[in-house]
T-cell receptor, first 119, second 109 residues
């Protein structure tokens, strides 16, 4: 399994440009999440999804949109990028009810991150 | 979801046990305590989680007080590679994680 992958790894945008970040997981997880992390801070939840075709707002959703058309993919869109959206973006996923070695899996699995700079 | 508080930084000598405390005094009965760490700017790495019993795995041990208001993550023999930011999270069934600033652990040679 590749786990959780994110595309691209790095991106530089100009103010007002748009882009889409792709998160993919091959673990058949139901839940998926998008976080952002600013320097010296913990991760903050942007949006999340509890299943294919569903999305919900997290702590800092403004300026972002998401879609979950396929169970394995969770897209994060910036329609008009702003310098305040310069950050590292992390995707995560976790299952419902899955077990391994007799233990219920409850933790979130994180991707490697996308470093976005908006000039 | 309950918030957690952690010391901003700690040092530990290489080879010694690192004991990282976390306060979660408002945790509710169905919330688990999770520990993650983040090395440089990599994605957070899962370490361990528990509900009320102490837990141990190949990475660490988790000690939760009987009243569940605090916990301690123990890295039994810290190495330089354990230098990272450690996050303690209280959450229900692995959802709605709220990350604080964490504890920056420096393992010193």
């Amino acid at each position: 399994n590749a786990g959780v992958t994110q595309t691209p790894k790095f991106r530089v945008l100009k103010t007002g440009q748009s882009m889409t970040l792709l998160c993919a997981q091959d673990m058949n997880h139901e839940y998926m999440y998008w976080y952002r992390q600013d320097p010296g801070m913990g991760l903050r939840l942007i949006h999340y999804s509890v299943g294919e075709g569903t999305t919900a707002k997290g702590e800092v959703p403004d300026g972002y949109n998401v879609s979950r058309l396929k169970k394995q993919n969770f897209l994060l869109g910036l329609e008009s990028a702003a310098p305040s959206q310069t950050s590292v973006y992390f995707c995560a996923s976790n299952p419902i009810g899955a077990e391994t070695s007799g233990r219920r899996i409850r933790e979130q699995f994180f991707g490697p991150g996308t470093r976005l700079t908006v000039l | 979801d309950a918030k957690t508080t952690q010391p901003p930084s700690m040092d530990c000598a290489e080879g010694r046990a690192a004991n990282l405390p976390c306060n979660h005094s408002t945790i509710s009965g169905n919330e688990y305590v999770y520990w993650y760490r983040q090395i440089h700017s990599q994605g957070p790495q899962y370490i361990i989680h528990g509900l009320k019993n102490n837990e141990t795995n190949e990475m660490a041990s988790l000690i939760i007080t009987e009243d569940r208001k605090s916990s301690t993550l123990i890295l039994p023999h810290a190495t330089l590679r354990d230098t990272a930011v450690y996050y303690c999270i209280a959450a229900n069934y692995g959802q709605n994680f709220v990350f604080g600033p964490g504890t920056r652990l420096s393992v010193l040679p």
